[in-house]
């Protein structure tokens, strides 16, 4: 998803990743002993849940700018790529 998003800067990117995954292994592991496992649970079930409705939400805009670009033709739009290998002009003139 950060190649596809951030295709310009992609190093960055993936830098960036790397860093918050790491801050989250740290902020486990400092919480580990002071909460309960009931608590800890909670708090990964509320992060999963952050997770999966940021990434819908990513996905949904990132759909809509697609088609913004292509022009509104959402039916002659080819089927959606991950990454937009092409431009969407490119997709339609496949048609």
């Not at 919480?31 to 800890?40: F, N, Q």
């Not at 999963?48 to 739009?77: F, S």
Request: some cysteine; charged content about 15%; proline content about 1%.
């Amino acid at each position: 998803m950060y190649g596809c998003l951030f295709h310009e800067s992609q190093e960055a990117a993936f830098a960036n990743y790397r860093l918050f995954e790491s801050v989250g292994f740290v902020m486990a592991f400092g919480y580990a002993a002071a909460l309960s496992t009931a608590s800890k649970l909670y708090i990964v079930l509320a992060f999963l849940l952050l997770g999966m409705i940021g990434y819908t939400l990513c996905e949904v805009v990132d759909r809509k700018i697609y088609q913004l670009a292509a022009g509104n033709k959402t039916n002659q739009v080819q089927a959606h790529s991950d990454c937009h290998d092409s431009s969407p002009a490119d997709s339609i003139k496949e048609l």
